[in-house]
């Protein structure tokens, strides 16, 4: 079993940034491939970045609708995985999740493990 905890979301300007933590815990070799996902009322939950850890160099994927604007990274040493977000728009308002899994999903939602959530909201 793995826990995502993610932490980091609020209420931002548009223009602003945040970054958004997500704290894996139990068997972490579970946890290869990680990704973000955000979901907004009314919508379908959408994979907005993903990596792969690899031995010297990540492997990083992004949604059309936020490359440019968000990097995603992760600490192995302190199970983080993290999601700057920066020139945020009111469109990027929704609830982010974590996820990670040993399947490589990229930004498909079929991860195993998910966390609870984070909102982030961007007011005009």
């Known amino acids: 079993q793995v826990q995502l905890v993610e932490s980091g979301g609020g209420s931002v300007q548009d223009g602003g940034s945040l970054r958004l933590s997500c704290v894996a815990s139990?068997?972490?070799?579970?946890?290869?491939?990680m990704a973000w996902f955000r979901q907004a009322p009314g919508k379908e939950r959408e994979g907005v970045a993903a990596i792969v850890g690899r031995v010297g160099r990540d492997s990083t994927s992004y949604a059309d609708s936020v490359k440019g604007r968000y990097t995603i990274s992760r600490d192995n040493a302190k199970n983080t995985l993290y999601l700057q977000m920066n020139s945020l728009k009111p469109e990027d308002t929704a609830m982010y999740y974590c996820?990670?899994?040993?399947?490589?999903?990229?930004?498909?939602?079929?991860?195993?493990?998910w966390g609870q959530g984070t909102q982030v909201t961007v007011s005009s």
């Open positions: 996820a990670a899994d040993r399947i490589a999903y990229d930004l498909l939602p079929h991860y195993r493990y």
């Open positions: 139990g068997y972490t070799a579970f946890s290869t491939y």
